[in-house]
């Protein structure tokens, strides 16, 4: 829900509840603060980002306290404002600079959201500013303003922690790092993943938060954890297991499978999955838009001989040749490919090329998530190989077909064969998944699946971060 309203302060607002927001230095002096000024509530279930973290000042103390400025008082307003930062003078725009203001005027404390829009700002804004080292062993910019927006009062006053300016400096000037949290990725071949792979326990993933952070950094590290002792609901609604793992991180993505599906044999099988044969290596749903992130696949019968589940690093072949192929990299940073599902009444259609980085304009920009699913792939449209010679589709095609031996490598995958009440997780944007065939006559195999939105892991990820996380804040 979006509410815009412009809440006017009131006459001695500003100094009954603090002027002021910044972004606290560190976890403990924001909660306190926090605490000390909205309740203990609000801060329960609402870790901020290290960013909104570093937005949150005693105000009142701004305006009551005589403070020491390093600067002289009064200095001259201008439309790009200098902050001296570590010794050096760092320039600022007023329009970024009071477009982050977060006193209680500025952002509705309960809701959070922001109670001016950017186009609010007059382009005419100035801001005066000062710095002071004083407040709970913060230093902070404190900002005047003139030709503030419409209707805030004369002595409305923006208050950002330097530890706020410097990391703008640095998001500003690093796009790898614009995440809440970023553990180092681990490309994986099957030696590595072998070492790595870990197998958690049910009870310990629902009950314990350090487990689930443990899954869940596994995920962002590895692309694959599994979860084992997951019970087996037989009676009753036998999705119940799987979606109970799904919702320990968040909402669950329904697509037309439903909010969970059945991997068995089936006669007439609409997709291959359904099928007892060899299933190659591939993605979900590549032909949609938004592509499920994660996917969960718990084993709920595995009494038919074969079916061993095998999965392959994306991220470790692509890398591998941005170093040893460049050209072929390249092909496949750019060369569109289609993707589509037309059955049963339904017409999905993607075109996409097979990796996409972080920054597209940047070819040296990390991996962001890689799309490759053989089995729904279309025709070839915007590139048929008329031109050129069809060069740019023969590079593509060595690109893929080198791709393709590297993923499939025995020496780069990772093979398990599901016990009934194991349950994988793995990241579809990145880990390919296949299964060998199984002798579907001799017995039951049947898999639960479901997926869930990036999003939802994301937040869950950078929440837990915030709470375990030693690395949460350091790169
Ligand atoms: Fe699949
Ligand atoms: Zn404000």
Same mark, same amino acid.
């Given at each position: 829900m979006f509410t815009r309203s412009l809440?006017? #302060?009131?006459?001695?607002?500003?100094r009954s509840r603090g002027g002021a927001?910044?972004?606290?230095?560190?976890?403990? &002096?924001?909660?306190?603060?926090s605490n000390a000024l909205y309740g203990e509530q609000q801060e329960a279930d609402q870790p901020s980002s290290p960013l909104d973290e570093a937005i949150k000042i005693p105000a009142a103390k701004l305006e009551n306290e005589n403070l020491h400025l390093d600067t002289p008082r009064k200095p001259s307003f201008h439309q790009q404002v200098e902050v001296e930062l570590d010794g050096k003078t760092a320039t600022f725009d007023s329009i970024f600079l009071r477009d982050s203001?977060?006193?209680?005027?500025?952002?509705? #404390?309960?809701?959070?959201?922001?109670?001016f829009q950017t186009a609010d700002i007059p382009a005419s804004i100035e801001g005066s500013c000062q710095v002071?080292?004083? @407040?709970?062993?913060?230093?902070?910019?404190?900002?005047? &303003?003139?030709?503030?927006?419409?209707?805030? #009062?004369?002595?409305?006053?923006?208050?950002?922690?330097?530890?706020? @300016?410097?990391?703008?400096?640095?998001?500003?000037?690093?796009?790898?790092?614009?995440?809440?949290?970023? #553990?180092?990725?681990?490309?994986?071949?099957?030696? %590595? %993943?072998?070492?790595?792979?870990?197998?958690?326990?049910?009870?310990?993933y629902m009950k314990s938060e350090k487990t689930l952070y443990q899954a869940l950094k596994l995920i962002y590290t590895h692309g694959l954890v599994f979860i084992k002792n997951v019970p087996d609901t037989t009676a009753g609604d036998n999705a119940q297991s799987v979606t109970s793992v799904v919702e320990r991180i968040g909402s669950l993505r329904e697509t037309f499978y439903g909010r969970t599906w059945d991997v068995k044999s089936v006669p007439n099988a609409k997709n291959v999955a359904y099928t007892n044969v060899y299933l190659g290596l591939h993605m979900d749903l590549c032909y949609m838009d938004n592509t499920p992130h994660l996917q969960f696949l718990h084993s709920m019968r595995a009494r038919a001989p074969g079916g061993e589940s095998m999965f392959s690093d994306s991220f470790y072949a692509a890398e591998k040749m941005?170093?040893?192929?460049?050209?072929?990299?390249?092909?496949?940073?750019?060369?569109?490919?289609?993707?589509?599902?037309?059955?049963?009444?339904?017409?999905?259609?993607?075109?996409?090329p097979t990796v996409e980085l972080v920054d597209m304009g940047d070819p040296t920009s990390p991996i962001k998530l890689i799309n490759w699913s053989p089995p729904f792939q279309g025709p070839f449209t915007h590139d048929i190989g008329t031109k050129d010679g069809g060069k740019a589709l023969k590079v593509y095609h060595a690109a893929a077909q080198m791709f393709d031996q590297l993923t499939n490598d025995t020496a780069n995958m990772y093979e398990y064969r599901m016990n009934e009440g194991d349950c994988v997780i793995f990241?579809?944007?990145?880990? @390919?998944?296949?299964?060998r065939a199984f002798e579907a006559a001799k017995g039951e195999r049947w898999l639960k699946g479901a997926y869930m939105d990036r999003d939802v892991y994301a937040s869950k990820l950078a929440v837990l971060g915030e709470m375990y996380g030693e690395e949460g804040k350091s790169q």
């Open positions: 809440r006017l #302060p009131s006459p001695g607002f500003i927001l910044g972004v606290g230095r560190g976890k403990v &002096w924001t909660r306190r603060y203001c977060k006193c209680p005027v500025c952002v509705n #404390p309960s809701s959070t959201q922001k109670t002071t080292s004083e @407040l709970d062993e913060m230093d902070l910019a404190l900002i005047n &303003w003139k030709n503030d927006i419409s209707g805030y #009062p004369e002595g409305h006053q923006t208050a950002l922690p330097l530890d706020f @300016l410097r990391e703008s400096l640095r998001l500003e000037n690093n796009h790898q790092t614009r995440q809440h949290i970023i #553990p180092q990725r681990a490309f994986w071949e099957s030696k %590595m %993943m072998n070492r790595d792979i870990a197998f958690l326990d049910y009870d310990s941005r170093q040893e192929a460049p050209e072929l990299f390249e092909a496949l940073r750019t060369f569109d490919v289609t993707y589509h599902y037309f059955n049963d009444g339904m017409a999905y259609r993607q075109i996409r990241d579809n944007r990145r880990v @390919l998944h296949a299964r």
